[in-house]
């Protein structure tokens, strides 16, 4: 497990946030010694992201699926198993599928539509690790909308610039690969997507614990702009230099990552059955 640690090599600092003052704790990007390591560590973290999910109450039947790459083998991803509720996945039954959709680890089926969209976005950037997707009541109803998040808060201000929305494909279940392949192709530079009449998809070029994080900030920032328009009072907006300013300093993928490791302590102390 990646843990806070005491006396923390300051070196370079990848973020404002990282302590300039040694000794003190602070989580640290682990650092791998073998692939098979780095593996475990890729499976365990979505597994938790799964548990996070559940948490969050972000299940709707079978639908939502996140995915990994794999650390040795790029053209591979692991991904939660069909029809296993968020709330018990866990390492081991996690499934490993390739870009044309077959299982090649793990006893469970892979959902379709995960499928069509991850491995499409995956196939298409090769530099994206993670990608989360799911059916969650304030994303679809903000989705229906088919508008973008405005910088009206600082929350909202870390997506600003930084997320798209889709209209391709918009309401119509993704079960076809060349759906998956329009979606895609909206993923270059952005983190995140709010696929119209859909739902939110988010991605990371660092991991799942970002990709993760993204989205359950992305789902809290749909509720709370559906509450802001429901006021009927006018928003004021973060002026653009200001929310530039914002999603470069608690925005980025190290962010990201770092919003997450509380959400990892918690579930690992909550529900150590995850790592089984």
């Known amino acids: 497990m990646n843990k806070a640690v005491e006396g923390v090599n300051l070196g370079k600092r990848e973020s404002i946030y990282q302590p300039e003052q040694e000794g003190l704790v602070f989580p640290e990007i682990p650092r791998f010694a073998t692939v098979a390591e780095e593996r475990r560590h890729r499976q365990e973290r979505l597994a938790a992201a799964c548990r996070a999910f559940a948490v969050h109450g972000l299940d709707y039947g079978f639908a939502g699926h996140l995915t990994?790459?794999?650390?040795?083998?790029?053209?591979?991803?692991?991904?939660?198993?069909?029809?296993?509720?968020?709330?018990?996945?866990?390492?081991?039954?996690?499934?490993?599928?390739?870009?044309?959709?077959?299982v090649v680890e793990g006893r469970h089926a892979i959902n379709r539509a995960g499928f069509v969209l991850h491995a499409a976005v995956h196939q298409m950037h090769r530099d994206i690790v993670a990608m989360c997707h799911a059916h969650t009541v304030y994303g679809v109803a903000y989705a229906a909308l088919g508008k973008p998040i405005p910088p009206v808060t600082q929350d909202a201000a870390v997506f600003f610039e930084d997320h798209v929305v889709i209209a391709d494909e918009g309401g119509k279940v993704a079960v076809e690969e060349d759906a998956g392949h329009k979606v895609a192709a909206a993923f270059k530079g952005v983190k995140a997507a709010i696929h119209q009449n859909h739902g939110l998809l988010t991605c990371s070029r660092h991991s799942i614990d970002a990709a993760a994080f993204w989205f359950i900030a992305l789902e809290r920032?749909?509720?709370?702009?559906?509450?802001?328009?429901?006021?009927?009072?006018?928003?004021?907006?973060?002026?653009?230099?200001?929310?530039?300013?914002?999603?470069?300093?608690?925005?980025n993928e190290f962010i990201g990552w770092l919003h997450f490791q509380p959400m990892w302590e918690q579930l690992v102390q909550a529900q150590p059955d995850l790592l089984d």
Not at 72 to 90: G, R
Not at 238 to 249: D, G, L, N, Q
Request: a neutral charge; proline letters at 11%.
């Open 68 to 102: 990994v790459r794999d650390p040795e083998h790029p053209e591979l991803y692991w991904t939660n198993p069909m029809a296993v509720h968020f709330s018990q996945v866990k390492v081991s039954n996690l499934i490993c599928a390739d870009h044309s959709g077959k």
């Open 221 to 251: 920032l749909c509720h709370q702009q559906l509450m802001i328009d429901a006021s009927g009072v006018p928003p004021k907006p973060v002026p653009a230099e200001k929310a530039r300013y914002s999603r470069e300093h608690v925005g």
